[in-house]
């Protein structure tokens, strides 16, 4: 379940900020994705500072009626490695 | 008429894109209008060099001022950019920048050391420029020798381990028929293609109505990348074909001033590379305060970030799909830029192209004053008879019927 796991950024990938949202270039992959709304950006840039990705959403304010649509953005973003699991140090 | 709008909430990228980006997706910068080739169609004209072209350093601080902006990678063309003895150092200087680069050439200096070296970099994509699949369709408009420099560089990029090197190919008519012998050079070196559209832009203008493909062709092209459009790249070259029907994978849209621009090698930021002329600059960095300032506030960029009208196409039940075609294959051919595209797939660019109008004169020429051994010469490849196979009558073609309706 998504929601409870940890995420973040990809190490190689970059947010430019843009009117509408922003872009995601990967250095890697050269993959240019877009977000497109500011709310998108702000989970996004949220998930590596957050428990997970609930509480990233949460943190940017998106109602909880709207987190099936996040999720379903999040999963595009992880399909093109926008974003990654984020493998936490074993305490 | 343009005014300029509050750019909506929301919308689709389409419309987000119309409005302009803080900083340019794709944008391209030649290095320097030296070359040593002399194509019949080049884009800019070039040739020699201008000795106003930017120092190392000013490149250097126009790199800079890219990664400030975030722009995440740049096409580096010319001229023949990579005989700037420079060259290889910016290369570096932008990967280092996090500036990824492509750059075009003809392969002149892609030898089996630079192979090597250009396979071992990240971020470094390399298109080398093709125009025909054999030696005589290519030599015809790049000029002799031109076919074996670009296949010796895709070898030695190939032996080197530099995976998927571009072909970039400008469709002309005597090309199109080798969509698939192209495909297959490109397969051989495990490279990509990328088709781009004919442009009468520079010295294009002077042989674009002999060039570019026919009706007929267009529709061939249009069949040809709707079934390989997936492995095929084409910049978005040819949104004016999406009037055939469906649209071609990409933006479908005129990016220039939008997110698309070009810098030139004297620092001239351009609209778009195929508007190289005093109607589409919208500043110099050097003189307007950088990159970013021409980029953000030139009132040409922000004209073009306006809602355009659709003029003699917005009846058109096509308009939403071609959005009226390419403004520089317009302007250079001399028609109205709210008109329709000169090639429009609908038959309104010849209808246009029959009527008045008035070719722009070129507002930069460096081509080179007198012709070399490396110009391509045009008037060998005449595929067709003039009138028919066997017009020998001094009246083959007359029609006295014809000539006076």
Partial sequence: M??????????????????????????????????????????????????????????????????????????GLAAADMIRPRVEEPR | MTTTRERPATGSLVQQFEYGLDAPICLTWELTYACNLECAHCLSSSGRRDPRELTTEQCEAVIDELQRMQVFYVNIGGGEPTIRPDFWHLLQYAVDHQVGVKFSTNGVRITPERARFLASTDYVDVQISLDGATAEVNDHVRGPGSYNMAL???????????????????????????????????????ATLRLTRLRPSGRGAEVWDELHPLPEQQRDLYDWLMAHGEDVLTGDSFFHLAAFGEALPGLNLCGAGRVVCLIDPIGDVYACPFAIHDNFLAGNLLTDGGFRQVWQTSELFQELRSPQTGGACASCSFFDSCRGGCMAAKFFTGLPLDGPDPECVQGYGEAALAGDRVVPAPSQDHSRPNATRNQPVMLQLLTRPPVSACAESPLAGFDPEGCCS
């Avoid at chain 1, 957050?50 to 304010?61: C, E, F, I, M, T």
């Avoid at chain 2, 381990?161 to 495909?183: M, P, W, Y």
């Fill in chain 2, 152 to 190: 010796t560089a895709l070898q030695n990029l190939a032996d080197a381990g530099f995976r998927d090197a571009k072909i970039s190919v400008v469709c002309t008519r005597h090309n199109i028929g080798q969509l698939d012998e192209f495909k297959a050079l490109a397969d051989r070196f495990g």
């Fill in chain 1, 2 to 75: 998504m929601l409870d796991e940890p995420w973040a950024l990809s190490p190689s990938v970059a947010l430019r900020p843009e009117p509408f949202g922003a872009l995601a270039y990967h250095f890697g992959n050269r993959r240019l994705t877009f977000l497109k709304r500011p709310e998108l950006v702000a989970v996004v840039r949220a998930l590596a500072k957050q428990p997970d990705v609930r509480s990233a959403l949460a943190n940017a304010g998106i109602p909880t009626s709207q987190h099936p649509a996040y999720v379903e953005a999040l999963r």
